[in-house]
């Protein structure tokens, strides 16, 4: 059973570019969840998305960015016009439900760098 | 907003030591977790805690949620190698886990 997939793993971008930053959930999985890195830094809350529904948005800064989880494929983080302090790790991180339990499954991550 | 702080923020010791680091928070925690995350990968749960005073272990890690339920420590014994990574405090209980900015260990052989 694979774990939760992201790809790129390494994106770099030019500022004003757009980044899309892909999550697969691991197998059964409905949620996910995408936490922000930033150098030196612990893992900063973005969105928690249910297939089709985002659930809670309030770590995501309000402009440029959107995230989705369609019915089929994976989530998308969608960062638009990129700038410099858009430079971090993005992870996801998937569960089967709500059960409230603590998130074990984080995928690798994409360092995203603009230039 | 709620505020984490691990110390030490790094720590530099000889294989087979123990290590001990901590957190503390200015608000009360119902679930305190234990992440630890190698270069280049996502964290990785070591250890939950969910009642103050409660100690946990898991192989050579051994946690406690502090009895004020403000704090929490995770410590180490003989460390490997291989124990090498940011060592983070989480505040857990919902979706949105808050990390600590952690404390990066390095183990010389």
């Known amino acids: 059973n694979a774990g939760v997939m992201q790809n790129p793993r390494h994106l770099v971008r030019r500022r004003g570019q757009e980044a899309r930053l892909r999550c697969s959930p691991m197998?059964?999985?409905?949620?996910v969840y995408w936490y922000r890195q930033l150098p030196e830094e612990g893992l900063k809350f973005m969105v928690y998305l249910q297939k089709e529904n985002i659930i809670d948005e309030s770590g995501m800064p309000k402009e440029r960015f959107s995230a989705e989880f369609p019915k089929e494929g994976p989530s998308i983080l969608r960062i638009q016009q990129v700038v410099r302090g858009d430079s971090a790790a993005y992870f996801c991180?998937?569960?089967?439900?709500?059960?409230?339990?603590?998130?074990?499954?984080f995928g690798p991550g994409t360092r995203l760098t603009v230039l | 907003g709620q505020q984490l702080n691990q110390s030490p923020q790094s720590m530099f010791i000889q294989e087979g030591e123990d290590v001990s680091m901590n957190c503390t928070s200015s608000s009360i925690f119902n679930t305190w977790l234990w992440y630890k995350q190698e270069p280049g990968e996502g964290p990785v749960l070591l250890i939950a805690l969910y009642k103050a005073g409660e100690l946990t272990s898991n192989g050579r890690l051994t946690a406690q949620f502090g009895i004020t339920r403000k704090d929490s420590f995770l410590n180490i014994s003989a460390s490997i190698p291989s124990d090498v990574g940011i060592y983070f405090c989480?505040?857990?209980?919902?979706?949105?886990?808050?990390f600590g900015k952690g404390t990066k260990l390095t183990v010389n052989p």
């Open positions: 197998k059964g999985h409905s949620h």
């Open positions: 991180a998937s569960s089967p439900g709500a059960s409230g339990g603590p998130l074990r499954f």
């Open positions: 989480v505040k857990g209980g919902s979706e949105k886990l808050v």
